[in-house]
C-alpha cells in the first residue's frame, strides 16, 4: 500500500505497508491508510486464484512387445512439457526397451501439474514344437505340439490348438505362431517323408516237381 503514513489490513493481516498472503481461494484485501494528520482512505485489492490444472496421462497401450510402440496422451491442460525429452506436444510416440516411467507437466493459466504414466515391455515369447515322431514312412502321421505361449496359429492351415496330427506326403517343415501378453514368437519344425520300399521277389522256376 503507499498514500498514507500508517496502514491497518484486512484478513488479521496487522499494519504494515506490505505484507505477503497466500490465499487458497480468489479473495479480497482491504486496508486503510492513514495520513499523519488523522485522515484516512481505504483501497481494496483481489487476489485471484487460478485452479491447479487436473492434468492426466494415458498411454495406449499400457504393455508392448520388445520392438513395439505406444502412445502417450496427455490432457487436462492448455501446454504440456515430457520427460525424456519428449517435447510439447499432447500426444508423443515411445518405444522403450524396458519397463519406463514418463512425466509429463501441464500449464494451465499459469498453473502447473504433474502427472506420470508407465509402459510395460514384455518379454519375448520363447515357442517351441515338438514333432512325434519327426520321421515317417509314406501314409503314417505325425503329432506336433507347441508351447511357450497362450495361443497359436499354425502353418499350412492346421488351426490354432496346440496340438495338431499331420500326415504329409513328402518331407515338410510347419511353423506356428505363439502369442502371450500380446508379444508373439515363432518356432519351425520339420517332419521327414521316407519313401514306402517297392519289393520284388522272383523264384529261380516258378514250376517245380513234388
Given amino acids: 500500500a503507499s498514500g498514507a503514513n500508517t496502514y491497518n489490513w484486512s484478513h488479521s493481516l496487522g499494519s504494515g505497508s506490505s505484507k505477503t498472503v497466500s490465499p487458497t481461494g ?7 491508510g492513514t495520513t499523519a494528520e488523522g485522515c484516512s482512505g481505504t483501497a481494496n485489492i483481489m487476489i485471484t486464484v487460478n485452479p491447479t490444472p487436473n492434468v492426466t ?10 520392438g513395439g510402440t505406444s502412445t502417450l496422451t496427455a490432457s487436462g491442460a492448455d501446454s504440456y512439457v515430457w520427460s525424456h525429452g519428449l517435447g510439447t ?4 510416440t515411445v518405444s522403450p526397451t524396458s519397463n519406463t516411467t514418463y512425466s509429463v507437466t501441464g500449464t494451465l493459466s499459469g ?4 502427472a506420470i504414466i508407465q509402459v510395460t515391455v514384455g518379454s519375448n515369447i520363447n515357442v517351441n514344437i515338438t514333432a512325434t515322431p519327426s520321421t515317417i514312412c509314406a501314409g503314417q502321421s505325425a503329432t506336433l505340439t507347441a508351447s511357450g505361449a497362450d495361443t497359436y496359429n499354425w502353418s499350412e492351415g492346421l ?18 505362431t505363439g502369442t502371450a501378453s500380446g508379444c508373439t514368437g515363432t518356432a519351425t519344425v520339420s517332419v521327414t517323408v521316407n519313401p514306402l520300399p517297392t519289393v520284388s521277389a522272383t523264384a529261380s522256376s516258378t514250376e517245380i516237381c513234388l
Avoid at 57 to 66: D, E, G, L, V
Avoid at 89 to 92: I, L, P
Fill in 26 to 32: 480468489t479473495t479480497t484485501y482491504t486496508v486503510t
Fill in 57 to 66: 496421462a494415458i498411454a495406449s497401450p499400457s504393455t508392448i512387445c520388445p
Fill in 89 to 92: 506436444n499432447s500426444n508423443v
Fill in 111 to 114: 498453473c502447473t501439474n504433474t
Fill in 159 to 176: 488351426g490354432t490348438s496346440s496340438t495338431v496330427i499331420v500326415s504329409p506326403t513328402a518331407t515338410t517343415t510347419y511353423s506356428v
